[in-house]
């Protein structure tokens, strides 16, 4: 199965997911391989083992909202969103983009998503990342 990370916070910086969020037990390391050089959705977390240099498990980053990977939930998340929920695009299924973007957690992603992503982006509510279906 794919491994996610998520209910990290906007904007949180690789620095700060290393020292705030990962212990890692044992002789192993982790390789984070960011999104153009943004920590947000689609950033790769690969956990090795130091003494066989063994890939252990990949995590994959999602930010509910950040469909563009820069960690913020911004405009251009909504219109991607956007066109998603109107069908002129899509997310492909089981990726990190995909599950960002369905903050239901339904299935799809629809106007409900949407909605919530443009009640964030509008400022009318948050988008809490560990609940994304509810605003706050």
Same mark, same amino acid.
């Given at each position: 199965?794919?491994? @996610?990370? =998520?209910?990290?916070?906007?904007?949180?910086?690789? &620095?700060?997911? !290393?020292?705030?969020?990962?212990?890692?037990?044992?002789?192993? !390391?982790?390789?984070?391989?960011?999104?153009?050089?943004?920590?947000?959705?689609?950033? !790769?977390?690969?956990? @090795?083992?130091?003494?066989?240099?063994?890939?252990?498990?990949?995590?994959?980053?999602?930010?509910?909202?950040?469909?563009?990977?820069?960690?913020?939930?911004?405009?251009?998340?909504?219109?991607?969103?956007?066109?998603?929920?109107?069908?002129?695009?899509?997310?492909? =299924?089981?990726? +990190?983009?995909?599950?960002?973007?369905?903050?239901? &957690?339904?299935?799809?992603?629809?106007?409900?998503?949407?909605?919530?992503?443009? +009640? +964030?982006?509008?400022?009318?509510?948050?988008?809490? &990342?560990?609940?994304?279906?509810? %605003? %706050?």
């Amino acid at each position: 199965g794919v491994n @996610y990370i =998520y209910g990290l916070e906007e904007g949180l910086s690789e &620095q700060a997911f !290393r020292n705030q969020f990962v212990l890692v037990g044992g002789d192993g !390391r982790l390789q984070i391989t960011k999104v153009d050089g943004s920590f947000g959705t689609g950033t !790769r977390v690969d956990l @090795y083992d130091n003494v066989t240099n063994a890939l252990l498990k990949t995590y994959w980053v999602v930010i509910f909202g950040d469909v563009d990977g820069d960690g913020y939930v911004t405009a251009a998340d909504e219109n991607l969103i956007d066109a998603a929920a109107s069908y002129q695009s899509e997310f492909e =299924y089981g990726t +990190a983009a995909f599950y960002a973007a369905d903050i239901m &957690q339904d299935g799809g992603v629809d106007a409900l998503d949407l909605n919530i992503v443009s +009640a +964030a982006t509008s400022y009318t509510g948050v988008l809490d &990342q560990a609940n994304p279906g509810v %605003i %706050i």
